[in-house]
């Protein structure tokens, strides 16, 4: 019997309570002169067999991608004949319908205030990631508990630095946490849902491994492309990783660009203690980094650090969990650690399906504000020059400037 309702309760939660949802919003739409989902151009064809890129997400659309934006480039391929890599179908960013002040927007929002509607689509969101590491074989609850059953704990009393102080957007719930980031279970789980996020972007990939290859090789080869042509002479010495959660982004930094100091900077004393953790049982394997990487617990809004310290600054997934005002402070915290020539490279969310993005939604309270946002003009307006978007996957953009050379 207890069998049955949970199998039941699951299938409410996970498919048909976001299909009511949108539902509702398509027959809103419906009633506008303005489609919700218009028709996409086909899907780029890929070599290897695969057939297309996106099986299971529409093409790039004008009218499903962030508004107000520049057109954007596609990924270059970085081999020849790789097809699965890019390059990406491109369009003009317009704002999708359900986010921002749109009344369809307000509809969703109005549903995730009930609470028991808020519950079960946070439930259902976080089963979807669940669901997709379970096909994809990441051990998802095993990795957790390899964390949790381990001697993590000692490196957060290490790492933590007493005097931050939490904005007040921080202490919301994140991804169905009812503490947020400040948690073990959050940090735990972390990079289990990153591999999930990057199997779920790339579907046509043969493999974990190849979809994350992809997600990550991408991001970085946009970054080093951008420093390339618009650095002058200065090289790459000192990296800064804001938002490093456990560090995965800052370890794939890290081997990209080897000879460079590696900063890892967070919010959470959780995922940081999980990144020196991972540190720590790595050089017990013998697999000892030539330059180990520091792990900085601080806020990223103002972090303390000194001024023209670094030739790059990368935000990874990051301003999706951050109002507006947060991510214009970022920017600004970025300029100023920047030296003349250096990059700041922003990749995080581009398009997603309505029905996922309506689940993510219960979990991400920031995510309005983030589609609703011009990137790319508040880069600018902070000073930043040489500023572009680029698809990088199907799912991400990664937008890159430069702080202007002197003299």
Known sequence: CVSYILYYYNSFALHILPAMVWWCLAA????????????????????HGHGPLLPRTPAFSPSILPRRLPRMQAAASPRAGDGLRGPYLEGELTQPRWTGDDPLSRLVSGMIAVKPLFKLMSIAARQVLINTAAKSGIPWREMAEEILSSDVYAEKERIQNPSVVYPDYYLQQFHAYEEGNLSWKAAAEAEASTMTIARRAIPAARSLEEAIQILRGNWLQCIQDHHQQNSGDLGISDILDIGCSVGVSTRCLAEKFPSAEMTGLDL????????????????????????????????????????????????AYVIHECPQYATRRLLKEAFRLLRPGGTVALTDNS?????????????????????SLDLESAMVEVGFVNVKSILTDPRHRTTTGSVPLTG
């Open 28 to 47: 809103a739409s419906s009633a506008s002169a303005r489609p919700l989902w218009p028709p996409c151009a086909p899907a780029l064809a890929l070599g």
């Open 268 to 315: 959470s004393p959780y995922f940081l203690a999980v990144a020196q953790y991972k540190d720590k049982l790595s050089v017990a394997k013998g697999n000892e980094r030539q330059r180990p990487i520091r792990w900085l617990h601080a806020d990223g809004e103002e972090t303390g650090l000194p001024s023209a310290s670094f030739d790059i600054v990368s935000l």
């Open 351 to 371: 398009n997603l399906p309505p029905v996922l993005f309506t689940l993510m939604k219960s979990t991400e309270p920031w995510m309005d504000e983030y589609y």
